[in-house]
Every structure is written in structure tokens, then in C-alpha cells.
């Protein structure tokens, strides 16, 4: 299963593009982020026309997100990050494919700081950071998949200097980040690639995108039964070079869940059999047990 982060930038004027890619590179897992539509502007026609059902929450010309799955409908199991009831942004969906629990989020950029904005962004961070170790502790296979606005290192950006002050860098914000993944979660990408500078984001601004001036800002976290089970992950950097493009990449792993499946189906055979073995001695023991012995009379 080919599972994929993608912040769209606004669905509606990007169609095409998210159309072009999902032809392309046929994902069977999709999650987006900043629809920048409400759910009636949600295009679901041309998406199930591609051969995906989906699920979204969105919001009228701000954030937004949602679930694609190819020749399937996800099966919704939350909306909304929980935590704050009075939080009205559309930034979190969920749901079950394939058996492995999807989390999409859209984690707040927090610009500009100090300020109101950057302290949302810490207090959704926490919430995030309480939630995800719920998860971790339902002993489901979960992916949390987004755009966390947060450069985890000075690795992840081309250059660190000119961003300094900018949230998505601050160290309140990569400490967020950094406690999430001690929980124990697998940065999928950094995983794949520890010593390549591999980035998501490049803005509109000074060429960046035409002199390689990235960031990586999306994220694919897994728990330690899907990191079990991931064989690779990439970026599909294409995506950012064609024309009216997003100024995100798609980001993607790809997990082996039929080959998870058998060793699954093995614990339990072999599990199954030492515990006929056990049972089997255990039996015997009665057995042996209640056969009196014959004593010598001598006779």
C-alpha cells in the first residue's frame, strides 16, 4: 500500500494537478490537506471519477483536509483533533483503510511569532502530542500524515539563517515535534533517507523551487506495527515543478501489509502450535499423575 501526504494549496484551483498525479503515481492512500473549500465545495465527482472514494472536512476558504483511498471508501473514525471543543478549524480527519488507522492532519503554521497565532499552534500541538499517544496505546497499526509545519533540524532546511525567526523553525516548535516522536513513532522519510537532505515545501519566492531551496514540513509518522511494515518512502518532486503547482510535494511510503499479514498469520501458527505442544504435556502430566502406581507386595 502506497500511502501519501499532499498539502493541495486549494483543491479547486488545483484539481487538474491532484488529478494528473493520482494517474500518474496511483496512490492507494491519500491524504490532503488545505482544501481551502467547505465540504459542498469539495470536488467528489471528479475524485471518484479518478477511482477514489474520500471523506473531508472542510472550511470555507481556509485549512481543510481529507481522505482518498483508490477503489475504496475510508471508513471515518474521528473529525476534528479533540482536546479544545470551542476549536473551530478544520485540520484533523481520520480514518480506517486496509486495516492501518489514518490520521490527516494540517498542523497550524503559527506565523507570525510571538503571538496568538504561534500560541495556537503550541496549545494544537499539545492536544496533537496527547492524542497520538492514545493511539499508541490502542496496539492499532496508525499513520499520522500531514503537514506538520515544523522543520524538525537544521538538516531539513537549505539553509536555516533567513528562517530564523519564522515558526515553523522555533525551538518550542521542534521540541513539539521531537517529544511526538520519543512516544515512539518513525519519521518515515528521515528513516529512509538519514543522511540526505530530502525535502517537501518549496515556496513561491526568490527561485527556490528552480535552486533546490527546500524544506521538509510534511510528515508521515507510523507506530511501531506499521514501521514494521514500511519498505520505502519518497517525495514526488515532479509534482512541484508543473505548471500553477502546489508549493508542496506529494511525500509517500509504501508499506507491505500482505507480508505483514503472513508474519502475522505465523506468530499465531506458531504461537498455536507450542501452545498445543504445552497443552499437550500438561495433559500428559495429569495423566501420569492420576495413574496410581502399583506398589511390590512381595507377593
Partial sequence: MKLATFNINGIRSRLPALLAWLEREAPDVVCLQELKAPDSGFPEADIN????????HGQVSWNGVAILAKDAQPVETRRGLPGDPDDTHSRYIEAAVNGVLVGCLYLPNGNPQPGPKFDYKLAWFERLIAYAKQLLDSGHPVVLAGDYNVVPTDFDIYNPRSWLKDALLQPESRACYARLLEQGW????RTRFPDEQVYTFWDYFRQHWERNSGLRIDHLLLNKPVAAMMRDAG???WVRGEPHASDHAPAWVVLDLEGAADSTKKTAVKKTALGSTAAAKKSTARSTQATPSKKKTGK
Fill in 235 to 237: 517525495v514526488d518532486r
Fill in 49 to 56: 471519477r479518478a477511482g477514489y472514494g474520500a471523506i473531508r
Fill in 186 to 189: 518513525t519519521d518515515a522519510l
